[in-house]
């Protein structure tokens, strides 16, 4: 059974402040998913990445695939209130079609 | 391009009812997915339809059980309802079915709240 770990749960830092939040598994997956929600809303694709290593810039986020493709993580410069929410990573076996596997979260709140 | 919906947005029920969920996809979209969103178990995956035929299932109990319409269109229906059933319902859309290649597009939840 494919399982996603995230850290940290929690973090809450101040606006301008840089922080890194991980997606663990023991697992390999073929590609791996980074979503945003917000309250009241459901998750909104940010990033999905293929290849190990891959590296790949959103503005001030950056997501990062393992070389062994069995984790990743996301880094964020100059945090701003609006980054607030909760980030899932999720991942599959990236076939045609199969279940989608996501992890716990981590809920980032950015404090003026 | 309108969103995916859902409705309703909240709902109340006792133990021991019956509730169904609606989902329209995004237009275009053939395949939907349902999952579960607790504080403790995070998002679990219920089940996927892609033209109107159910091509995964996570393991959920047979209480949970859905169809999706000719028009993408998908229920959700949960029996005999218990109160660790309490969660956010999501329903999500993607053109090419579910995969974590494809993006999935997530409606705003149904909040069902189990007394």
């Known amino acids: 059974t494919q399982l996603l770990e995230q850290s940290p749960q929690f973090l809450s830092i101040q606006e301008g402040e840089n922080l890194t939040v991980y997606c663990n598994s023991s697992s390999v997956f073929s590609s791996l998913q980074w979503y945003r929600q917000e309250p009241g809303e459901g998750p909104v694709l940010l990033v999905t990445?293929?290849?190990?290593?891959e590296v790949k810039k959103l503005k001030r986020l950056t997501f990062q695939f393992g070389d062994a493709r069995k984790d990743s993580s996301l880094h964020i410069t100059a945090a701003q209130t609006g980054d607030t929410g909760l980030y899932l990573c999720?991942?599959?076996?990236?076939?045609?079609?199969?279940?989608?596997?996501f992890g716990p979260g981590t809920s980032l709140s950015v404090i003026p | 391009k309108a969103g995916v919906t859902q409705t309703p947005r909240y709902l109340i029920k006792t133990r021991g009812q019956q509730v169904t969920l609606s989902c329209s996809p995004i237009s275009g979209h053939r395949s939907v997915s349902w999952y579960q969103q607790t504080p403790g178990q995070g998002l679990q995956f219920l089940f996927e339809?892609?033209?109107?035929?159910?091509?995964n299932k996570g393991n959920f109990p047979g209480r949970f059980s859905g169809r999706q319409f000719s028009n993408s269109r998908s229920e959700m229906n949960v029996s005999t309802l218990e109160l660790g059933d309490s969660a956010l319902y999501l329903c999500a859309s993607s053109y090419q079915g579910l995969s974590s290649y494809n993006e999935q597009f997530f409606g705003p939840g149904t909040r069902l709240t189990v007394l």
């Open positions: 339809y892609f033209s109107e035929t159910q091509r």
């Open positions: 999720a991942g599959g076996p990236g076939t045609s079609y199969d279940k989608v596997i």
């Open positions: 990445v293929v290849t190990g290593g």
